[in-house]
């Protein structure tokens, strides 16, 4: 086997052919111009072997650092021939070679500049086989045995990563619906400690939000007689319950982390950056032109609805694939923010009201996507409504139960909560339009709905 020196530098060759066809790999719409080691470090030398890269990635206008985990082993087993960059693979498929990262956290190692902890009081059990989570993620996790997930960040910001900040203040304040911080893993970027990976608690009997939303719209889909509040897979007593977990998680943020009351010059430049976002999106996604005057409209509106705005720390990219029912109740996931805004939007103070919206948008996703590509059937799109309808409300009562004074129920700000919706859709919208073209339909035709019809609660 190649030194690990010369291994990496070989590897860094094959990077700008390799990266783009990672899921996690933020630049896939740019061609990457080249890649640079920053610093590797070796965090195990045998076979196989394990080294940690950090890399520069230069795309037209940008130069971002990323992460990887480097592995060589004498013989590649077949399973990971797909992670083979040549020379060396991208191990963190390869559970023989990442078990040492949960023994370096357990013993709060440090390695060159790399360091492993335990939050405090944690002890951690050792010697566990990691896999990593096959669902497409923007960041890589991975499992070991059933207790423990290490979330490995792939697009670096110098800096603490705004999800490990946040999950440490909930911890801190006893917040019962996020999954605890049991350890990190901290590297050093452009002179700065920064978060490379969070360790917490694998809740294996979980279930994501997305997948019984879904499940129970299907349900009400297939019953031709019946109503939502019917059907035996009715969703909106979770509905509520999760309005009440979102609502308690605003509340302990606040009284962890504070707030701070922004008069109207600064709701003037929320809304303003609304419309940038707009601007912005509508380069690349002409069929949104059809309704730009109604959402400069409806943005516009929002600055005069308000006279004042509460900002604090918040999820800041809630929707129902980042929320987990376990036996005990609902979990928020991934504090991390938008995966495609800048760094100083994820860490930045915002509206809680921006995910209540983020939920209530994804409320309608459940309820229209199994209409995507189906002959237009206003009986089913009649049941789709009526199921969002019912679930959005019941979403808003729990959260107006345990809402932070400053909010209280959603639906009390209702100018500046369609803002914040639509300014989601607008995001989805270029979401879609870069991801999964076929579902753009579904952004689209929120926006029709809520702008053309006036249809929002
Ligand atoms: N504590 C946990 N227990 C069980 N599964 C989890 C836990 N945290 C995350 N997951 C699963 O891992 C997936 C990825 O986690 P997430 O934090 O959203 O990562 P990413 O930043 O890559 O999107 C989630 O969709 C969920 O299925
Ligand atoms: O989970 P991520 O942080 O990577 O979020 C991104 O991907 C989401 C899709 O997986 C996307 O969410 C959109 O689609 C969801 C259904 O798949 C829906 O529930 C959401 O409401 C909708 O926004 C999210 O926007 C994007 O940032």
Redesign the pocket.
């Given at each position: 086997m190649p030194e690990p020196s010369e291994l990496v530098s070989g590897l860094v060759a094959g990077l700008p052919g390799w990266l783009p066809n990672q899921r996690w790999f933020a630049g896939k719409d740019r061609p990457v111009l080249a890649v640079r080691p920053l610093r590797s470090t070796v965090l195990h030398d045998g076979d196989p072997l394990l080294v940690h890269v950090m890399v520069e990635v230069e795309q037209q206008d940008r130069r971002e650092p990323y992460q990887l985990l480097v592995g060589d082993r004498h013989e590649l087993p077949d399973h990971l021939r797909s992670s083979w960059i040549g020379p060396g693979y991208e191990a963190s498929a390869d559970s023989d070679a990442t078990a040492p990262l949960l023994d370096l956290i357990a013993g709060n190692s440090r390695v060159d500049t790399l360091v492993f902890e335990t939050e405090p009081g944690v002890q951690l059990e050792t010697g566990l086989r990691a896999r990593p989570i096959t669902s497409?993620?923007?960041n890589t996790s991975l499992v070991f045995g059933h207790q423990y997930i290490l979330k490995l960040f792939r697009r670096l910001t110098p800096g603490p990563n705004p999800d490990l900040v946040r999950h440490r203040a909930l911890h801190a304040v006893g917040c019962e619906h996020i999954a605890e911080p049991l350890g990190s893993i901290t590297g050093e970027l452009a002179g700065q400690p920064t978060t490379l990976g969070m360790l917490q608690p694998f809740v294996a009997d979980a279930v994501d939000?997305?997948a019984m939303?879904t499940t129970s719209v299907r349900d009400l889909m297939a019953e031709a007689d019946l109503h939502a509040d019917e059907v035996g897979g009715d969703f909106a007593a979770e509905a509520h319950r999760l309005g009440h977990a979102v609502g308690a998680v605003h509340s302990d943020l606040d009284r962890a982390l504070g707030h701070e009351q922004l008069g109207p010059e600064r709701l003037a430049g929320v809304v303003a950056a609304m419309q940038r976002r707009l601007d912005a999106v509508l380069t690349s996604v002409p069929e949104l032109g059809a309704y730009e005057a109604e959402l400069r409209a409806a943005f516009d509106k929002a600055v005069d609805a308000e006279e004042s705005i509460t900002v604090q720390h918040v999820h800041g990219?809630l929707?129902?694939?980042?929320v987990l029912r376990t036996v005990s109740g609902w979990l928020l996931i991934?504090f991390?923010g938008?995966?495609?805004a800048p760094a100083e939007d994820r860490v930045a103070l915002h509206s809680p009201l921006r995910d209540v919206a983020?939920?209530l948008?994804?409320?309608?996703?459940?309820a229209h996507?199994l209409l995507v590509g189906q002959p237009e059937d206003h009986q089913l799109a009649r049941r789709a409504m009526e199921w969002s309808r019912r679930n959005r409300d019941a979403f808003c009562d729990g959260y107006a139960e345990v809402a932070t004074r400053s909010v209280g129920d959603p639906r009390g700000h209702a100018t500046l909560l369609r803002a914040f919706e639509l300014d989601?859709a607008v995001?989805?919208v270029a979401?879609?339009h870069a991801?999964?073209p076929e579902?753009l339909t579904?952004?689209l035709s929120s926006i029709a709905r809520i702008t053309t019809e006036g249809d929002h609660q």
């Open positions: 497409e993620q923007s939000g997305w939303a990219d929707h129902l694939g980042q991934d991390e938008e995966p495609a983020g939920m948008r994804s409320f309608d996703y459940a996507q989601k995001y989805e979401y879609e991801n999964r579902w579904v952004p």
